[in-house]
């Protein structure tokens, strides 16, 4: 039987998923540490182990992300924008057809824009400031002394959020720390953190296309605080990619079974 791995080295964390046809059998999560390289070797073993094949099973690898192409142990890469588009034509609602991906990463946030056959027509990148990203929301739950895994559950229990102004990780870490002084609740401070990013990523998004059915991936996805502050902010339904983390290396997965195709 054969089985195709995607690779999405970021810039903190290394990602792999493994398929079998077009279903997702595995998926697997490590800190990248000082090697991207081996903790993508290491990945594949756990991957095998796991699911009890052989590295003869892997028919092909494809890497993507911020270090694909340090990823030795990968046959090809592509741009992480090609794999995220690629990866919601499995991990979209059934009968849902995206066409723009709000991808929240760690360290950037990126708008793609698809067509009706999921190809990429366009995209925007933040990837010159940490607003708006995994690091902005880590940062801020570490002053409000929370995770990044309980904000989100926390800003819910909201009914007044602060209104924050500041869009600029060092700013927006001092209004925090008024707020706190000033003996604001910290469930209002974090809806309002919450509210500020999206209007953040919002704000990147292209008039012409705010119409289309929106779809969120990548570890922010994960926040159930921001993926209401997107609802609320712009009025309409907005849905979460399955496995919304491991989407661009879901999307790896399956171009690299399609090249082995080939």
């Known amino acids: 039987m054969a089985y195709f791995i995607g690779l999405d080295g970021g810039s ?9 046809n077009k279903t997702i059998a595995d998926t697997i999560v490590k800190s990248s540490g000082i090697d991207n390289n081996k903790t993508a ?16 099973d892997i028919k092909y690898t494809m890497a993507t992300g911020y270090s694909r192409k340090i990823l030795d142990v990968a046959n090809d890469d592509i741009s992480e924008i090609t794999a995220h588009a690629y990866g919601v034509r499995i991990t979209a ?3 849902y057809r995206p066409g723009m991906i709000v991808d929240i990463g760690g360290q950037d946030s990126k708008i793609i824009y698809l067509d009706s056959n999921f190809d ?5 990148m933040n990837d010159k400031c940490a607003a708006g990203t995994g690091k902005f929301m880590e940062v801020i739950a570490q002053l409000l002394e929370t995770t990044i895994h309980k904000a989100g559950e926390i800003s819910l229990e909201s009914k007044e959020p602060c209104d924050i102004n500041s869009t600029c990780v060092v700013f927006a870490q001092t209004e925090v720390i008024s707020l706190m002084a000033r003996k604001f609740d910290r469930k209002d ?6 509210l500020s990013m999206a209007k953040r990523i919002i704000k990147m998004m292209k008039k012409a296309e705010k119409n289309g059915d929106i779809l969120m991936t990548g570890g922010g996805a994960l926040n159930i605080g921001i993926h209401k502050a997107f609802e609320e902010e712009l009025m309409r339904k907005v849905y979460v990619a399955e496995y919304p983390q491991f989407n661009g290396a879901i999307g790896a997965a399956l171009i690299g079974k399609e090249r082995c195709e080939q």
């Open 12 to 20: 903190t964390y290394v990602k792999a998923a493994l398929i079998n």
């Open 41 to 56: 070797e290491k990945l594949i073993e756990i991957l095998c182990d796991r699911n009890r094949i052989k590295i003869s």
């Open 120 to 124: 990429v027509k366009n995209f925007t």
């Open 93 to 95: 609602p059934k009968d």
């Open 189 to 194: 401070i974090l809806a309002g953190i919450h």
